[in-house]
């Protein structure tokens, strides 16, 4: 069965650092690429940053680029995101998503599994 | 990046077909066949329900298709059942190499 489990939300202060972990199992996790989604209370989904099987492909939404680094570690099959300079408009749930079938930040084909989200609140 | 454009609610009664769209861009719905279609019940984690346009993962009721003409996709539910009530999401590859959801579509079944 697959699971993907995110850890690391919590209340921060805007110009804040926050580390996201998300536990992978049940998959070959070094065969896909894996994204984060974002969504604000009440709000929409927002995509925030892919990354390809091998880190050697990076994608990051216009929002967040300069602040948030996507990173794994296929060993430990685990995904992360590291948010620096934190802001009061990313306070969101935070998912952890693999796609269906690409193994690169270059090809799309769905989101096949979702964690849970992990909740992020940037307050001051 | 702006989000691709839905209309935020469409309505329909048991049996009956919906149809909700999803305009996008050149550069993102009408040039690349990466379209995805997402269902959200609340409190839930989004459901994938159509990939490359077109395709169901297994699993997923026949009754919902997708389709693309130029800019626009456009996701259909037939033999609309009480449990399809819930937000829908579009979403799209770019040529930036990102992808981009809907601003999101919630279906009430009357």
């Known amino acids: 069965e697959v699971q993907l489990v995110e850890s690391g939300g919590g209340l921060v202060q805007p110009g804040m650092s926050l580390r996201l972990s998300c536990a992978a199992s049940g998959f070959t996790f070094d065969d896909y690429a894996m994204h984060w989604v974002r969504q604000a209370p009440g709000k929409g989904l927002e995509w925030v940053s892919g990354l390809s099987w091998n880190s050697g492909g990076t994608a990051y939404a216009d929002s967040v680029k300069g602040r948030f680094t996507i990173s794994r570690d296929n060993a430990k099959n685990s995904l992360y995101l590291q948010m620096n300079s934190l802001r009061v408009e990313d306070t969101a749930l935070y998912y952890c998503?693999?796609?269906?079938?690409?193994?690169?930040?270059?090809?799309?084909?769905?989101?096949?599994?979702w964690g849970q989200g992990t909740l992020v609140t940037v307050s001051a | 990046q702006s989000a691709l454009t839905q209309p935020a609610s469409v309505s329909g009664s048991p049996g009956q077909s919906i149809t909700i769209s999803c305009t996008g861009t050149?550069?993102?719905?009408?040039?690349?066949?990466?379209v995805s279609w997402y269902q959200q019940h609340p409190g839930k984690a989004p459901k994938l329900m159509i990939y490359d346009v077109s395709n169901r993962p297994s699993g997923v009721s026949n009754r919902f298709s997708g389709s693309k003409s130029g800019n626009t996709a456009s996701l259909t539910i037939s033999g609309l059942q009480a449990e399809d009530e819930a937000e829908y999401y579009c979403s799209s590859y770019t040529s930036s190499v990102s992808l981009m959801f809907g601003g999101g579509t919630k279906l009430t079944v009357l």
């Open positions: 050149s550069s993102d719905v009408g040039a690349y066949n990466y």
């Open positions: 998503v693999k796609d269906g079938e690409c193994s690169r930040t270059n090809c799309y084909k769905g989101f096949d599994y």
